[in-house]
């Protein structure tokens, strides 16, 4: 089994925030499809809900809400996820993953739907470098 990226966006402030998601975690993801919520204890996010919105795979081919599965297949598209027309009315038949998370899956795209107590920073360890990098901006001003 691969590991697999889960990147998980905050509303509140625009951040993104990546994961790798190891073997256990991948459990709690494998078989939901784009819509549904996860627990975010599942990735060490206690007191979170994550809304999954979408994904790819292993190729870089995107994952579409529309079909169903988790096989890849070629649809005939005329816009939306993975396909941006140059001329109105143009489509195109392209590959597409579906709804449904796999094993294949390498990226899981995730908003942040329920917070819990903590800081997302927090949980993820992120604020001690975040304040490492304000001391030497302030010490690199101090110095001038």
């Known amino acids: 089994m691969a590991d697999f990226k889960v ?33 975010g204890s599942a990735i060490g996010l206690t007191g979170y ?4 919105t979408g994904g790819s795979d292993r190729e870089g081919f995107p994952m579409r809400k ?14 939306g996820i993975g396909y941006r027309p140059k001329e109105k009315g143009l489509r195109r038949r392209k590959t597409m993953r579906g709804r449904e998370i796999s ?3 390498s990226q899981i795209n995730t908003k942040i739907v329920e917070y819990g107590e903590k800081p997302i920073e927090v949980l993820l ?9 304000e001391n030497k901006s302030e010490i690199v001003k101090s110095e001038e």
């Open 7 to 39: 990147v998980i966006s905050d509303s509140k402030t625009g951040k993104a925030y990546q994961i790798s998601a190891t073997s256990p975690m991948q459990n709690k993801f494998i078989g939901k499809s784009i819509g549904d919520k996860v627990e």
């Open 49 to 52: 809900t994550l809304l999954i």
């Open 66 to 79: 529309d079909i169903l599965g988790a096989k890849r297949r070629r649809i005939l598209v005329s816009s």
């Open 103 to 105: 094993v294949d899956i």
């Open 125 to 133: 360890g992120i604020e001690k470098k975040e304040q490492e990098k």
